[in-house]
Each structure stands twice: as structure tokens, then as C-alpha cells.
């Protein structure tokens, strides 16, 4: 049974950093992909990575956010620097069912975590 648990996250201001992780279990070397959601706005992709470790990155976060993983942990992160306001949200990470695919194909992720709230107020 696949099961994502996401940490880390916290409210800090704007400028500032926060770690995130994910903890994986049922499954290994699957594309693990960091999705966020703010209050009225659709869920969308922020960074991916795959088994071997190529990343992928929404603009809105290429150069301040890098996405990591931890294989023989079974654990992603995401570092997030240079925070923003609009980086507010409810932060998941998810992975697909099928392996082998484009971890940057964010409609292919179909098991999610709970989530971790991330705040950088304005």
C-alpha cells in the first residue's frame, strides 16, 4: 500500500526558507512530484524528480526551490528559498502508479500525501 507523508512545513516570512520532506512506503523508484494548492486556485505541479534523479520545475520556482531525494530513505524534499507570498499553500507530494513515465506529466500522479501547510505572509 503506497503511502506519502509530508513534513516541514510552517509559516516564515517572505525571503526566508523552509525544508520540506516526504516520507514514502509500499513502493520504490517512482517519480516523486511536489504539488502545491493556495486558497481558490487549482492544485498545480512545482518540482518533480526522477528515480535517477533528473528534476523538473514549475518557472514560477526555478532557482529558488530544488527538489532532492533520498532512495535508500525513500524520501523526497523540497528546499524552498527566497519565499513569497504566492508561495502560499497547502504543499503535497504525490507519486504516479505507473513507473517508467515523464515525472513532469503532472496528471499522472494519482497517490497523494495530506499535505503540509506552507504560509509566507505579505
Known amino acids: 500500500q503506497v503511502q506519502l507523508v509530508e513534513s516541514g512545513g510552517g509559516s516564515v516570512q517572505a525571503g526566508g526558507s523552509l525544508r520540506l520532506s516526504c516520507a514514502a512506503s509500499?513502493?520504490?523508484?517512482?517519480?516523486m512530484g511536489w504539488f502545491r494548492q493556495a486558497p481558490g486556485k487549482e492544485r498545480e505541479g512545482v518540482a518533480a524528480?526522477?528515480?535517477?534523479?533528473?528534476?523538473y520545475y514549475a518557472n514560477s520556482v526555478k532557482g529558488r526551490f530544488t527538489v532532492s531525494r533520498d532512495n535508500a530513505k525513500n524520501t523526497a524534499y523540497l528546499q524552498m528559498n527566497s519565499l513569497k507570498p504566492e508561495d502560499t499553500g497547502m504543499y503535497y507530494c504525490a507519486t504516479p502508479q505507473r513507473t517508467g513515465g515523464n515525472c513532469a506529466a503532472w496528471a499522472s500522479y494519482n497517490y497523494w500525501g495530506q499535505g503540509t501547510q506552507v504560509t509566507v505572509p505579505s
Open positions: 524528480i526522477s528515480p535517477g534523479g533528473i528534476t
Open positions: 509500499g513502493y520504490t523508484y517512482r517519480c
